[in-house]
C-alpha cells in the first residue's frame, strides 16, 4: 500500500507539499499541483482519515439523522445536505429512526462514537426530555435542525413558513367556498406540526367559521395514519368538503380511504397538502400542495452546520433560524367549487369580498 512518502518521491516534492495538496491548506503551484495528483493516481494512494483525523483533532465526517428515508421528502434533503459537504471535502453518513426517541438516542451514540464534526436533525417527536441532544452539544458536536426541531429547546435550525404556507393553502380553500374544511396533522408533539395546525387556525380566524374539534385529526405523518384519520373523518354525519393534510404520506393513505369509500376527488371533497410529490403529473387528480424547497433546506442545512464547525467553540453565539419560503401550487385536486357553500360578506376578513390571495414570507435568523 502506497504511503505519503511514496507520493512525495515518484513527484519530486516533499511530504509537506503533498500533505499542502491534499488539505488545500497551503497554495501550491499549478505545476507542483499536478506533479502531486499524477503521482497520487499512478500510485492509487488514498490518505488515511482515521490518522489525519487524530492530528488535526477532526474528522470532516457529518452525520444525518432523518426519520424514514422511504418518505418521499427525504431522499431530496439528503441530496442537498450531501452536495452541500461533498463540496466543502466532508463526508456525510445517515441514519433513520423510524420516528422513535429509542432509536433516536442510540444513533446519536454511535455517532459519538464516530467522532463525527457536526449532526444534521430531523427529531422524532415524543422523544422525552432530549438530554441526549443537550449531552451532544456540551460534548463540543454541533447540530443543525433540519425541516423539524424539539419543541422548547433553542437550537440552530433550517426550517420553512410552517405557518404562512398552510395559511395561504386553507385561504385558498375558503376562497373557492370550502366551509368544512378538515385537517390532518402530525404528532403535535413536533414543531413542524404544529406551525402546520398553527396556520389552519388562523386561516379560519379571519372568517367567522368556528375551529371544530371533530374535523382536527392526528394522523402521526405516515400513510397509515393518514388513512385511519381520513376514514374517521369521511364517515362523520356532516362530512367536511375539503381536505388539508399535513404531509405526502399521510395523503396517499387519505386518498386510499376515499377510494375505498368510492368518494371522488374533487368532486366529492377537496383535498389539498403540506408536500410536493415526486412527479406530480402521474396522479389523477394532480394534486395542489404547499410546495416546499426540500433540496434547498438540506443544503442550506448543511452549508450553516460546516460554517458552525469552522467558526470554533459550539457554546458561543447566539442560535440561528433560518425560514425558507414556500410555495402553493394550485392543482386538480381542489378546483372543483362544492356549491352554495360560498361564506357570506360577513364571514369574509374585515369588509373585504374575498380572502387574500397570499401571506408575506421572510427567512429570519
Do not use: W
Not at 76 to 102: C, K, M, P
Not at 279 to 294: A, R
Not at 299 to 327: D, K, M, W
Request: contains cysteine; aromatic residues 4%; proline residues 7%.
Amino acid at each position: 500500500m502506497a504511503t505519503i512518502a511514496d507520493v512525495a518521491k515518484l513527484a519530486g516534492v516533499s511530504v509537506g507539499t503533498v500533505s499542502h495538496v491534499l488539505n488545500g491548506s497551503v497554495p501550491v503551484s499549478p505545476d507542483l499541483c499536478a506533479r502531486v495528483r499524477s503521482a497520487i493516481h499512478k500510485l492509487d494512494y488514498h490518505p488515511s482519515e482515521i490518522a489525519r483525523s487524530l492530528t488535526i483533532r477532526r474528522t470532516r465526517m457529518l452525520g444525518m439523522v432523518i426519520p424514514d428515508i422511504t418518505n418521499p421528502f427525504y431522499p431530496q434533503l439528503v441530496r442537498g445536505a450531501e452536495d452541500a459537504a461533498l463540496e466543502r471535502h466532508y463526508s456525510l453518513i445517515v441514519f433513520n429512526t423510524d420516528d422513535t426517541g429509542e432509536r433516536e438516542r442510540y444513533v446519536f451514540s454511535v455517532l459519538r462514537r464516530r467522532r463525527v464534526d457536526g449532526i444534521l436533525l430531523a427529531v422524532a417527536p415524543n422523544a422525552g426530555d432530549p438530554v441526549h441532544i443537550k449531552k451532544t452539544v456540551r460534548a463540543g458536536i454541533h447540530i443543525v435542525c433540519v425541516d423539524r426541531g424539539p419543541l422548547g429547546l433553542a437550537m440552530d435550525s433550517v426550517l420553512v413558513d410552517n405557518v404562512g404556507g398552510t395559511l395561504e393553502c386553507v385561504r385558498h380553500l375558503l376562497s373557492l367556498g370550502h366551509r368544512r374544511i378538515a385537517i390532518i396533522t402530525g404528532p403535535l408533539t413536533l414543531q413542524t406540526a404544529h406551525e402546520r395546525l398553527e396556520g389552519y387556525k388562523k386561516a379560519l380566524a379571519e372568517t367567522t367559521i368556528p375551529v371544530e374539534a371533530e374535523l382536527i385529526r392526528d394522523g402521526n405523518f405516515r400513510a397509515e395514519g393518514g388513512y385511519r384519520a381520513a376514514l374517521e373523518l369521511l364517515t362523520l354525519g356532516n362530512r367536511p368538503s375539503a381536505l388539508f393534510v399535513s404531509n405526502a404520506p399521510m395523503t396517499f393513505g387519505a386518498l386510499k380511504a376515499l377510494r375505498e369509500l368510492g368518494l371522488q376527488c374533487p368532486r366529492d371533497i377537496a383535498v389539498a397538502m403540506f408536500d410536493e410529490v415526486p412527479y406530480p403529473d402521474l396522479f389523477e387528480p394532480q394534486l395542489t400542495c404547499v410546495s416546499q424547497p426540500i433540496y434547498n433546506i438540506g443544503y442550506t442545512a448543511a452549508e450553516l452546520l460546516i460554517r458552525r464547525i469552522e467558526s470554533g467553540n459550539v457554546r458561543e453565539g447566539p442560535r440561528v433560524e433560518l425560514r425558507l419560503p414556500t410555495e402553493l401550487k394550485i392543482r386538480e385536486s381542489t378546483i372543483s367549487k362544492p356549491g352554495n357553500q360560498t361564506p357570506s360578506p360577513s364571514e369574509r376578513v374585515g369588509e373585504s369580498s374575498v380572502l387574500p390571495e397570499s401571506v408575506p414570507i421572510s427567512a429570519h435568523s
